[in-house]
């Protein structure tokens, strides 16, 4: 990829996706589920961009969404509103309301209280809601704290006990038609053992359903396959679904996988121009005109992105990669082996496409970055560079 050209073309900050990857991970997946019943939930949460999701739904995908804004975005993109998923603790009432009157495939519920609305909103309107219930299996990810989610320790989910509660109820509502099971035990796992302890689990709740009388037909094991940033190992996708496959036995069910990471993250860069470089006694920074604001992963979560210097291969010793923010916690990178840097020259952020521009902000009143596609040998523009103008425009209006 020409990221001299496309810095040249697009200015800096800049995100670019290359969308023949993303097409060759989503078809991976798909294909380790071949023999059975199953469905790809694309996580919007990864990246939103609306020509990522535009290409996902073209290839046949499903969106597994966790706010409104994400279900319109589906919607937008081309997704068949048979094939979104509503997730998420804190549903709002007018958001559940909107995604009832969408029609959409279902709603993940996250507790008894959120299914009791959920049943009055349908009555209301007249609706009967199709309905999943996320599970906590109790089962450790093995993961960063902040990205686990399977933990009674965790906010999200119900435990067996209460979910069983749950669907019965559920199947005695005239409002309520409970259709699906689902689990996700955290983000970024690089061991499939969890996962499929976790399927084992929630799979012996669903035989328990089925033997009164609740038919489940979709069993949503989340997302969560890991990437490789530095030196993870690969998953095997053969082997994630054929333990999961394996904890199904004969259960008549559409496997339903949400991956987000796993499609777009090692499809993204990052790039970003050095300022200039700076000494503190024997401490080198590298100064770039990309932020925490624009990537907040290294900030957020310690998490490291490979970094390369565009033309540039002989270490100048270890250096921290650091922006404009007024942070001390404003870095892409800490303690890198990287080449002499001088004012102009590219350092390229890898595996940014997933919770990268999602996650990027205005602080310090800095405009985000422009979003790129590259595909078949092409480049195009998928989101423009915002201005000063596009920042201020809710609040100008009102001094």
Do not use: W
Request: glycine residues 8%; proline residues 3%.
């Amino acid at each position: 990829m020409n990221f001299k050209a496309l810095a040249q073309k697009y200015k800096t900050p800049l995100y670019v996706y290359d969308f023949d990857h993303i097409k060759s991970r989503y078809n991976e997946l798909k294909d380790a589920f071949h023999a059975r019943k199953s469905l790809i939930c694309y996580a919007v949460k990864a990246n939103s961009n609306l020509s990522v999701l535009k290409l996902l739904a073209e290839l046949g995908a499903g969106f597994d969404c966790v706010s409104i804004g994400e279900v319109r975005r589906a919607i937008m993109a081309g997704a068949k509103k048979y094939q979104i998923i509503f997730s998420g603790v804190g549903k709002s009432d007018d958001e559940l309301k909107e995604a009832l009157e969408n029609e959409i495939l279902m709603i993940n519920l996250e507790s008894e209280a959120e299914m009791y609305r959920l049943e009055s909103i349908a009555k209301e309107l007249n609706l009967k809601a199709r309905i999943s219930i996320r599970i906590n299996p109790d089962v450790d990810a093995k993961t960063h704290p902040y990205i686990s989610t399977g933990l009674n320790e965790n906010k999200f989910g119900v435990d067996i006990t209460t979910g069983k509660k749950m669907y019965i109820y559920a199947k005695n509502s005239p409002h309520i038609e409970p259709i699906g099971v689902h689990f996700h035990i955290g983000s970024q796992l690089t061991n499939i053992e969890p996962i499929i302890e976790a399927a084992g689990i929630v799979s012996e709740l669903v035989r328990e359903l089925k033997a009164l009388d609740i038919d489940i037909k979709f069993f949503d094991v989340g997302g969560g396959v890991g990437i490789v940033y530095q030196n993870e190992n690969n998953v095997s996708l053969y082997d994630y679904a054929q333990g999961i496959l394996g904890q199904l036995s004969a259960q008549d069910l559409t496997i339903v996988c949400e991956p987000g990471r796993f499609i777009v993250g090692n499809a993204g860069y990052f790039v970003t121009s050095v300022l200039y470089e700076k000494f503190n006694k024997q401490k080198r920074f590298i100064v770039v005109d990309g932020a925490m604001n624009d990537l907040i992963r290294p900030s957020l979560y310690g998490a490291y992105h490979d970094v390369n210097v565009v033309g540039k291969n002989t270490s100048a010793g270890l250096c921290d990669v650091v922006g404009p923010i007024c942070e001390s916690g404003d870095f892409l990178a800490k303690n890198l082996n990287l080449p002499a840097c001088e004012s102009g020259d590219l350092l390229v952020v890898k595996s940014a496409g997933a919770y990268g521009f999602t996650m990027s902000s205005n602080y310090n009143s800095r405009a985000r970055a422009a979003e790129v596609a590259v595909q078949d040998g092409e480049d195009r523009l998928i989101r423009r560079r915002e201005s000063f103008e596009d920042i201020v425009a809710l609040e100008k209006d009102l001094m």
